[in-house]
Every structure is written in C-alpha cells, then in structure tokens.
C-alpha cells in the first residue's frame, strides 16, 4: 500500500489528547504506511509523546494550534470564529492536498458545516450525510445513515442519502447489489411521513439501486438489507438507543460481585464469556467512526465521548475511505442516478 495522510483533530471530542494522542500512536504502530498530522496545542499533546518509540514518531508531524472548538458551542457560531481553532487547521490541511483524509471527535455541526464550506459538496449532492457500519445478526455490517448531520431532510437528500450509501457498500464492505430500504414506521406502502413516500417513489425506478422497501426499527441488526436510509434525527436518536442499550447489556456481564460457591463462579464465568463472544461485537467502540459522504474528500466524526480502542477504529476508517476512494466512486454513481431520479 503507497503512502497516505491523515489530519487529525487532536483537541476535539470529551478527553482531547490523553485519547487522539495514544490512538494515533496506536494506529501508526500497526500500520507502517500511515502518517499522521497532529493538529493541537503543542503543550497539551507534547506529554503524551515522550515516551513513544523514535520510528512511530517519524511518521508524526505536529501541527500547532492553539484554539479548539467547543463542543457545547453553536455550530454557527463556531463556524464564525473557527479560525486558528484545531478542527478547522486539519480540514484546511486536507483541502490543500497536504492530507488525504481528516478525523475529529469534534463538535458535528461545526465540522459538518465546516467540511461543506471548505471540502464542497459533490455535484448533486445538498448536504453530506453521516453514516456508519453496525455489525448485523448475519455476520455482515449495515449501513446507517444519516445520523445526525441533517435533522430534516426532504424527499431528493433521501435519495441521495440512498445512492451513497449504495457505493460505500460496495466499496467499504465489498457488497455486489447491495439492498436498500427505508427506515419506516411499517412495511406498508401507505405507511410514513410525506418525504420518506416520495422519496420510496423515486427509488422504485432508479435502476442502478437494489432498492427492497420499508423496514422497521426492530430489523436494524438483523441483516434484512446492506444500507438503511433515515433523516438525521431518526438515525442519531436510532444509533444512541442500540449503544446505550448494548453498553447497559455488557455491564451487566461484568458486574455482580455476590459470594457464590465455586461451581456457580465456573457456570457464571462460562454463561458471561459465551455471551460476550456472542455479542461482544456489538460493542460501540468496536464500530466507532462516522463517514461524513457526499464531500470531495474523506471526513470521518469519531464518537466524543471515544475512548483509545474505539478513535483508532475512526482513524482506520478514514484509511479505509482513501484506500476505497469513495468519494470519487460516489461521483461516477451519482452522475448516471441522480439525473433520471429528477
């Protein structure tokens, strides 16, 4: 593999440097073809360096700055007063080619708005959607989008959603005619909201998309289609449920701390390590990493609140997105759909 880029945001998200810092050590040890541009205040992330090893480091570059974008901050204002700030310097980083892709646990709708403005959308396309790989009941992956970058979204973003979703399937998880559909309050064709009907209709008669139908909530894991397109609020509101109930599903594996007899220690160890076998991947950190489609380049949105293990799974999607070139993909794809779905 030739060499490749990433910017990364060293300042956003809930921890900052003590979680970008390690997981980008982390991702350049096990993989010596990546390098890394660290954006952030020097003082900050400078400690978390002494103690790496010198060939990692070569493959390191920091890059000052001294201002973040807070995460409480209002996406317009933000945007406003971006300048200087971490988030904005590795996005500028990688419109000027000097990176291939960016990562940030950052405020999204800074970086949403932000990326749009810098990186512009691709031709047909209104707003980018964020999207992310969720393990299903089959063995294989869904993808979900959008999950938070586009609260409301008419009829056309849906389908545009659904044809970006159709070639990150193809080239991220290596589906040929990967399925399609809707998340709806029900199956029916009468059933749901004015723009999710409208935006079934197109879909029906676009020829290059596999489109299935609506499915439901409760179909989101059991592998019943390779891409489910939702708005922003559906699909953020569906994201967080499924990882706070499987964070509560996995505690509970690991708690219970009662004197019990040596046999019901064995019997409750052997019970508890089946079932994280079973359903350990559904752990969040293992998925951790949005895909910010539709841009001219590759955006990834780490969780905030992710830990080490889960932003060097981001920082791998961004490899990922670059290896695959999946913006340009999306491009070829939507010139031969997107005319005939007007």
Partial sequence: MSRLTIALDAMGGDFGPCVTVPAALQAL??????????????????PHLNQCDSAVLER????PAE?????????????RNSRGTSMRIALELLKEGEAQA?????NTGAL??????MLKPLDGIERPALVTALPNQKGGKTLLLDLGANVECDSDMLVQFAVMGAV???????????RVALLNIGEEETKGLDNIQAAAAILRNVQQI????????????????DVLV????????????LEGVVRVFLSLLSSGKRKRLWWMKLISYWFKKSLSKRFGHLNPDRYNGACLLGLRSSVIKSHGAANQQAFTVAIEQAVQAVERQVPTQIAARLQAVLPKSE
């Fill in 29 to 46: 040890a096990s993989n010596p073809a990546l390098n890394i541009k660290l954006v952030g205040n020097p003082s900050d992330i400078q």
């Fill in 168 to 178: 990150m399937a193809e080239e991220i998880l290596q589906i040929n005619n990967p």
């Fill in 67 to 79: 201002l973040m974008v807070a995460n409480d901050a209002k996406p317009s204002q933000a945007i």
């Fill in 230 to 241: 939702c708005d922003g609020f559906v699909g953020n509101v569906t994201l967080k449920t």
């Fill in 60 to 63: 390191l570059q920091l890059i």
């Fill in 112 to 117: 949403m708005g932000l990326a749009k403005m």
């Fill in 102 to 106: 960016c990562v940030s646990a950052g």
């Fill in 210 to 225: 596999n489109y299935i139908g609506y499915l439901e909530g409760n179909d989101l894991l059991t592998g019943e289609t």
